[in-house]
């Protein structure tokens, strides 16, 4: 695919549809191409639409380069970003740095915002902090385990906190809640 493809995918991610978004992520995800991964770490962190961005987050999460982690945890802590950004940020943190170091900066940043005012970020740092086995967050989780805020499309930040701490006492594949 030569360069002119990948950025008509990356521009793809701020389409309407959701279906073509969804298309061009997994077709970018396949590119595996250095200079499609700098242009969607500028689209992450650029001013389009909160779905485009949250596409692309989803795509640099599961583009397996860890060097764009920098990027999803400025997304992720800043407050003032959409929460759909955040969410798909924190969602990629957790694929992106399964078998990596992963930095205090990245750590902090999780565990602080599993204590953030939105739940859907509350239940995607759960995740991540099972995914990339943060045990310091361990009591933080515990704490979550009462929050009985629903994610749409999935189940409550409590149940997801559950399955976390499941995740980290060593539970190879617990199963997930059922989704409401």
Known sequence: MNRLAHRRLARKLFSRDEAKRNRAAAALIATKDPRTTRRLERLLEGR??????????????????????????????????????????????????????????????????????????????AFAAAALNLQELRARLERLRQDGAQVEGWWTVGEEASWALRCLDGEQDPPLPRAL
Do not use: K, M, N, Y
């Not at 999460?61 to 003032?80: H, K």
């Open 48 to 125: 389009g639409s909160d779905e485009g961005r949250a596409a692309a987050a989803h795509v640099l999460g599961f583009g397996g380069e860890a060097g764009v982690a920098g990027a999803l945890v400025r997304r992720l802590a800043d407050p003032e970003e959409s929460v759909t950004v955040r969410a798909h940020a924190a969602e990629a943190l957790g694929h992106l740095l399964q078998h990596e170091p992963v930095l205090a900066e990245t750590r902090t940043t999780i565990g602080a915002c599993l204590q953030d005012p939105e739940s859907e970020v509350r239940f995607w740092c």
